[in-house]
């Protein structure tokens, strides 16, 4: 492939060893792990030294050591001050990398938002933990907030933040163990946005 777009032998063995590849130069790609077989694929993204990269799903079968070293090598990328368009339909490890969020739907970009700015987009959320979920649940619905129980004991509640829901338990004597604001997730975002699609169809 280097030689094919003019790339010299040097510049080949500097992405392997920018992706911790530096001995696999030789190897046949057919015969490659899933998670060896994505780092070649960012060292050929690469041999063109380009000012943007655009990957799809890039932490599909990394281990989580392997996951650790691509959050490092995107965020030097673009600490150069270039940029990485990540795709990716798990949200949760690109939350800890991106800047910004685009969300498409069937071609056509319907929302986009910082990261910073994601808090006010979505339902507020809490977790919390009691022994005494049903007594809290209609108190959290008659101030218009969503109790969802996770496991026994362990819940989350939309709509309300952890002021009012710890009011309503300290008010009607319901025990909380433990009680957290969740911040706004890309995941949080991408649903909302989702919802609205759904209901404008």
Do not use: C
């Not at 060893?17 to 190897?27: F, N, P």
């Not at 995107?74 to 800047?99: C, I, W």
């Not at 604001?181 to 949080?188: I, R, T, V």
């Amino acid at each position: 492939m280097a030689a094919g777009i003019g790339v010299p032998d040097g510049r080949v063995d500097e992405v392997l060893e920018r992706v911790g590849m530096r001995d696999a130069g030789t190897l046949l790609l057919g015969r490659l792990s899933l998670g060896t077989a994505q780092r070649i694929g960012i060292a050929q993204a690469l041999l063109g030294d380009p000012r943007m990269l655009i990957l799809g799903e890039p932490a599909n079968g990394l281990d989580p050591h392997s996951v650790h070293w691509l959050r490092n090598l995107l965020r030097t990328f673009a600490g150069e001050g270039r940029a990485v368009l990540l795709s990716s339909h798990q949200l949760a490890e690109p939350g800890q990398l991106v800047d910004g969020l685009v969300v498409l739907a069937r071609g056509q970009v319907v929302a986009r938002k910082a990261i910073g700015d994601l808090a006010g987009t979505v339902h507020d959320r809490v977790t919390l933990q009691s022994p005494a979920l049903e007594r809290l649940r209609p108190l959290v619905e008659e101030k218009g907030g969503v109790l969802h129980v996770a496991s026994e004991g362990n819940a989350s509640v939309i709509g309300l933040t952890r002021f009012p829901v710890g009011d309503l338990a300290a008010e009607h004597s319901v025990p909380l163990h433990w009680l957290v604001a969740d911040p706004p997730s890309l995941e949080d975002f991408y649903l909302s946005v989702a919802e609205q699609e759904f209901k404008a169809q």
